[in-house]
């Protein structure tokens, strides 16, 4: 009775089509199952028949993974517009004045705004700027109480020349603070792996996780939103 079943699986439609090639492009995996499940019916062996549990537990795993699969799809595509509204929500932000977590800054002549935050007061801070020749200019920021420490980098007074300097902070408690860098977010873009990068002035290109906060729009910056999705 079991064999007659599944033998007649293979019959044919109204059509004269297979009912089983028929179906739904979803159902392709189910039919490439049923195919190798009719196989091993015709083909095994009479005085050592296959458990039909063993085919059903099989089923039972087929269907799960097609769940799985499905739920991927789903995911991956949420994932997808939830990005693209990052995009779009970010690009309102273009002309904003933001601050930037950074190892590095670039100088151009123009001033250049910082702050650190100190978990300890220190008797003394300072900033070391190292350029693309190793060699080193330090800020002293003197000493300061725990909490925040702004400053200000002016290349013309320092006689710092235009390129790209990396920043290291050290203060006399044995602190090595991060440096978080004041500019204005100027674009935002996706890259040709899928992920989000913003430009800001004096920074560069970063990730949007190294974006600690916003000030807002100053009067003078009238910018359009530029992003691309």
């Known amino acids: 009775m079991f064999f007659n079943n599944v033998n007649n699986s293979g019959a044919k439609g109204p059509n004269g089509a297979d009912q089983v090639s028929a179906q739904a492009p979803g159902s392709e995996t189910s039919d490439m199952f049923t195919k190798l499940l009719v196989a091993q019916i015709r083909n095994?062996?009479?005085?050592?028949?296959?458990?039909?549990?063993?085919?059903?537990?099989?089923?039972?795993?087929?269907?799960?993974?097609?769940?799985?699969?499905?739920?991927?799809?789903?995911?991956?595509?949420?994932?997808?517009i939830l990005q693209s509204l990052q995009v779009l929500a970010l690009g309102a932000q273009v002309g904003s004045d933001v601050m930037v977590a950074a190892g590095s800054v670039q100088l151009d002549g123009a001033k250049v705004s910082g702050s650190i935050e100190l978990t300890a007061a220190s008797a003394a801070t300072d900033l070391v700027l190292t350029g693309a020749d190793g060699v080193k200019h330090t800020i002293a920021?003197?000493?300061?109480?725990?909490?925040?420490?702004?400053?200000?980098?002016?290349?013309?007074?320092?006689?710092?020349?235009?390129?790209?300097?990396?920043?290291?902070?050290?203060?006399?408690?044995?602190?090595?603070?991060?440096?978080?860098?004041?500019?204005?977010?100027?674009?935002?873009?996706?890259?040709?792996?899928?992920?989000?990068?913003?430009?800001?002035?004096?920074?560069?290109?970063?990730?949007?996780?190294?974006?600690?906060?916003?000030?807002g729009k100053s009067t003078a910056a009238a910018a359009t939103p530029t992003y691309a999705i």
Do not use: C, W
Not at 64 to 77: H, P, R, W
């Open 141 to 215: 920021l003197g000493s300061h109480r725990s909490g925040p420490l702004a400053f200000t980098i002016d290349p013309q007074q320092l006689g710092l020349a235009p390129g790209r300097y990396s920043m290291q902070v050290s203060a006399s408690n044995g602190q090595f603070p991060e440096v978080e860098i004041a500019g204005r977010l100027e674009a935002v873009r996706m890259s040709a792996a899928g992920g989000i990068i913003l430009k800001v002035a004096g920074v560069g290109e970063v990730a949007p996780s190294s974006v600690t906060g916003f000030n």
């Open 44 to 80: 095994q062996d009479p005085l050592a028949p296959s458990d039909p549990a063993q085919f059903v537990n099989q089923l039972s795993q087929l269907s799960q993974t097609e769940a799985m699969q499905s739920m991927s799809k789903v995911s991956s595509s949420q994932a997808s």
